[in-house]
């Protein structure tokens, strides 16, 4: 269970005052995959930062029975120094997961080849983000964030991630942020719409769709 406790984020700029969440109470229910819809510039990989911790709300709380993922996907705490392997091992060691363990399934599952063992700085964008979706998969959570990292790669390594993610979801939950429909169909069986700092969960995912297909026939 995730539960958004009055939360609130503003963003300010001079004069300018951007709203992504307001004063929002809301509950992610426990081991439900919930796909997070809302326009470009709505503020989801902002509200995932929040959920994982990784970024202050102006006000609220996040309150959580479970462990939370960081976003699935994310690979800017890889050292560019450091190795595929080197990179993978910390992110064991701060968790502590079983580090041999983990570098085989992310070897095997990211298929960089020699790659994995040069400095992470020589990758490429979409090389990063194999690395840092396999480290994700390859860890225990109760609920992975995921911001559009299931888009990388040719279409052998979608459906990867899309079978090791379903496998993930027989005993976890998920928040996912795609702007894929047939994917969140794919992954997820409830829905929430972040639309002008309000957040609304929906248990039947087709009419959290149809929400935010509607919302996206309007001007912002």
């Known amino acids: ?6 939360l609130s984020m503003i963003f300010r700029a001079g004069r ?23 326009r470009n ?14 970024q202050d709300p102006t006000r609220g ?35 502590g997961a079983d580090t041999d363990a983990l570098v085989r399934f992310v070897e ?13 700085g020589t990758y490429s964008a979409g090389m990063r ?3 840092a979706f396999g480290v994700s998969m390859g860890m225990g959570f109760d ?17 990867k991630s899309a079978e090791v993610f379903r496998a993930r979801m027989q005993k976890s939950g998920a928040i996912v942020v795609s702007h894929s429909m047939p994917q969140i169909r794919q992954l997820c069986d409830m829905g929430a719409v972040l639309e002008a700092g309000q957040l609304h969960l929906y248990e ?13 026939a309007v001007a912002a």
């Open 1 to 6: 269970m995730i539960q958004l406790d009055d």
């Open 16 to 38: 300018a005052r951007k709203v992504v969440a307001d004063r929002i109470t809301a509950t992610f229910p426990t081991g439900r995959a919930v796909a997070l819809l809302g």
């Open 41 to 54: 510039g709505a503020g989801k990989s902002t509200l995932l930062r929040i959920i994982a911790g990784t």
């Open 61 to 95: 709380r996040v309150v959580s029975s479970g462990s939370i993922s960081w976003p699935v996907g994310f690979a800017g705490s890889f050292h560019p120094k450091l190795t595929g392997v080197q990179n993978t091992r910390f992110v064991a060691r701060i968790y």
């Open 108 to 120: 095997e599952f990211a298929a960089l080849g020699p790659h994995f063992r040069l400095p992470c």
């Open 129 to 131: 983000s194999r690395l």
């Open 143 to 159: 609920t992975y964030l995921v911001d559009e990292v299931t888009s990388v790669g040719d279409a052998a390594f979608r459906a």
């Open 204 to 216: 039947d995912l087709e009419e959290a769709i149809a929400v935010h297909e509607a919302n996206m």
